[in-house]
Nanobody, 116 residues
Framework: QVQLVESGGGLVQPGGSLRLSCEAS????????MSWYRQAPGKERVLVAF????????NYADSVKGRFTISRDNAKNTVYLQMNSLKPEDTAVYYC?????????WGQGTQVTVSS
């Protein structure tokens, strides 16, 4: 069955870094575009970063440009989100999403808390 499992979240101080991972199974990972979303308490889930199936193109929300980097390893069926210079406003549950045409799958999310 299709499964996306995020990991790497946690508590970090402002200015710190974290790397999130999302491991996929149950589908041909290299055929799917991948995204990271986040949802802060009381707010809507919003797109953070996107990467095409080949990894050749990426896109970022303005709020994370220059601080976050999305990448993927199709041999490992894994997409990553490197997060640097973290701010308290980056606190949220982070979700990965796989998309191909009308086919969509979500992970269960991983909590990121940025606080001193």
């Amino acid at each position: 069955q299709v499964q996306l499992v995020e990991s790497g979240g946690g508590l970090v101080q402002p200015g710190g870094s974290l790397r999130l991972s999302c491991e996929a199974s149950g589908f041909i990972f290299s055929n799917y575009a991948m995204s990271w979303y986040r949802q802060a308490p009381g707010k809507e889930r919003v797109l953070v970063a996107f990467i095409t199936s080949s990894g050749g193109s990426t896109n970022y929300a303005d709020s994370v440009k220059g601080r976050f980097t999305i990448s993927r390893d199709n041999a490992k069926n894994t997409v990553y989100l490197q997060m640097n210079s973290l701010k308290p406003e980056d606190t949220a549950v982070y979700y990965c999403k796989a998309t191909r045409s009308r086919s969509v799958a979500w992970g269960q999310g991983t909590q990121v808390t940025v606080s001193s």
